[in-house]
């Protein structure tokens, strides 16, 4: 198994201390204990699960996997390999029928404020200002009503919403939601960050646009991330490393890690040779995975 | 001549397309309160010409001037007839809208009980799946039946005043409510769910911050069925010692010919039903403005 370059980790943390620092004295917990973000590890993680008509599918194939602190790891593979089905066991929503999933030194069970979410859809609740929102996290904490305003705020402003804080979520177009929602969950400071797909459901512009702003956040903070996505494109411009997975049983068949996000890169890297033939080579795999228990051997 | 025809023509040009162009520049709400009067106007007149013209006897169809007159005496004193100084007040010793108000309290009653023991009843079933199986067979059982046909058993436990009567509401009305708020607890989606336990909530916190308000707009609809269904039911629960009452003044000034009192209670009935469920949609938009515009 493939890890990120040590130069990645490297440099991740050297950038990761001073900005985590700024960024998080306000959180009422001392900085120290914020600052570090656990690394998450799957050990001969499996899950079937048994259909209507009694058969068993199998999900997900023995997957064992290292996730280094201040890693943005993109899983992609074709539709129905199990990728999501493996974030959702890392959220503690579905229980894996082998193997534990733990982050840091704890075991994943359920749920938990530690593993931040944010799904494919808002999932804003409607009965809540957007600013009520994102204090929501804070509120269930029982963090007093002036610190968790100020948190709102700030997290709103972050994402660029600080003009709509007073509306309701219904109120913003798709890609403003989804904005919120990951003000959301930052403002709940997690210690990961989980994210299924959540800009694929918006249009392309939006979309570039939300993965800028996610990388500028990311730097800044130097969380933990496990990026989902169907795009091959958005895996390589956003991940310091990326995982394929393989038809259903999905298993991981390329860890691959990406060394080019530097600090300054944009848009503009899409057009590097280096992020083209990495593209290349990764949707390559795919293919390939899409094949491997087909009939047809692939022709390379 | 000629020229002034065909001023009048050049000027009849635009005012042909006038009509639809006026039409479609009025506001739609006064058009349709136009079409509205206008049927309405309609009906009133047919109503009016039929009795007027002694087509049909006024015992079994008195016209709209003697059903008015049997309102109005009906929430005022005034003497028994024309002969007589002997003054009477209302109708059955009560005024019509005493009558009317006797029906509303027991459904206030009634439903109020149900509300709160319907959607508790709701919660539990919905949120805990064997004793929602256990008891769903019955609630359906309940539902199913027509509360008139346990009036009688209710009478014999609590007697032929009011609270047989408010007992039969509450037992019409819960079954609607706790199957609305079940059905809203199902119906959440499991992502929201998971997006506030992910957030770090309890398993309290998760049923108060999100499956209460997921489920009001459920419940809400539930209670506006309830009461629709309460308000026959108490009409037609006031035939056995219904004064006072809406219902019952109606089936005892049917039962003494008095034709134009039971037509002027049959459109208070209605009149009344319709402002309740205007009421209760009013305020179903002020308590969940959401309803029908967030999605997931």
Redesign the interface.
């Known amino acids: 198994m493939t890890l990120a370059s040590p130069r990645i980790v490297r440099t991740a943390r050297a950038i990761a201390r001073p900005a985590e620092r700024n960024a998080m004295t306000f959180v009422d917990s001392p900085p120290a204990a914020t600052a570090d973000t656990p690394p998450i590890t799957l050990a001969g993680v499996t899950k079937d699960f048994v259909t209507d008509s009694g058969d068993t599918v199998h999900a997900v194939a023995q997957v064992d996997l290292a996730i280094e602190p201040g890693e943005f790891v993109c899983i992609v593979g074709p539709s129905g390999c199990g990728k999501s089905t493996l974030m959702d066991m890392v ?3 579905l229980p894996p029928t082998g193997g534990t999933v733990s982050v840091g030194e704890r075991v994943v069970t ?4 530690d ?3 944010v ?1 494919q ?7 809540m200002s957007v600013r009520h929102n994102v204090e ?2 804070p509120r ?2 029982g963090v007093r009503a002036r610190e968790r305003r100020e948190l709102a705020e700030r997290f709103l402003t972050l994402v660029g919403l600080e003009q709509f804080m007073e509306r ?3 109120e913003l177009s798709g890609g403003m939601q989804q904005r919120c929602q990951i003000a ?2 930052l403002a ?1 400071d997690p210690e990961v960050i989980l994210m299924d797909e959540p800009f694929g459901a918006l249009d392309a512009l939006t979309r570039e646009r939300l993965q800028l702003e996610l990388l500028e956040i990311w730097r800044q903070k130097r969380k933990t991330v496990i990026f989902i996505t169907h795009s091959v494109d958005e895996a390589i411009f956003l991940g310091t490393r990326v995982l394929v997975m393989s038809a259903r049983p999905g298993r991981v068949i390329l860890d691959q890690p990406v060394h080019l996000a530097g600090p300054e890169a944009g848009s503009e890297l899409r057009s590097l040779p280096e992020f083209v033939a990495l593209r290349d080579k990764v949707s390559a795999a795919i293919y390939a995975a899409q094949n491997v228990h087909g009939a047809t051997p692939v022709d390379h | 001549m000629s020229a002034a025809v065909a001023t009048a023509a050049t000027e009849s040009g635009p005012a042909q397309g006038g009509p639809r162009g006026r039409a479609r520049s009025w506001p739609t709400g006064l058009r349709r309160g136009a079409v509205h009067a206008s049927v309405f106007a309609a009906l009133m007149l047919t109503w009016w010409g039929v009795t007027a013209a002694s087509l049909i006897d006024p015992l079994f169809l008195p016209g709209p001037a003697a059903v008015w007159q049997a309102f109005v005496d009906a929430n005022t004193c005034h003497p028994v007839n024309e002969t007589s100084s002997r003054i009477v007040c209302g109708a059955q010793n009560y005024f019509l809208w005493e009558h009317l108000l006797a029906s509303l309290q027991r459904i206030a009653i009634g439903v109020s009980a149900a509300v709160a023991f319907g959607v508790l009843l709701g919660f539990l079933m919905g949120t805990m799946r064997g004793f929602g199986m256990v008891l769903e067979p019955y609630l359906n059982f309940l539902r199913a039946l027509p509360p008139l046909g346990y009036i009688g058993l209710l009478i014999v436990w609590f007697g032929i005043g009011d609270v047989s009567k408010i007992w039969l509401l509450f037992l019409a009305a819960f079954p609607p409510i706790t199957m609305a708020t079940i059905a809203g607890v199902r119906g959440i989606h499991a992502s929201r769910i998971h997006a506030v336990e992910s957030l770090g909530a309890s398993r309290w916190q998760v049923l108060v911050h999100v499956v209460f308000p997921s489920t009001l707009p459920g419940v809400i609809s539930g209670v506006r069925i309830a009461v629709g269904f309460a308000w026959t039911t108490v009409v037609a629960a006031e035939l056995n010692n219904g004064i006072p009452g809406i219902g019952g003044l109606a089936y005892v000034a049917g039962t003494q010919l008095q034709t134009p009192l039971v037509i002027a209670c049959i459109i208070v009935i209605g009149l009344a039903a319709i402002a309740l469920d205007s009421a209760l949609k009013l305020l179903g938009a002020v308590a969940v403005p959401w309803y029908g515009k967030a999605k997931a």
């Not at chain 1, 359920?110 to 404020?113: F, T, Y």
Request: hydrophobic residues 40%.
């Open positions: 959220a503690g929503f359920a749920p938990g404020q593993r931040g979410v799904f859809q808002p999932n804003l609740f409607p009965w929501l996290g269930l904490r309701r979520p219904y959301r969950v709940n």
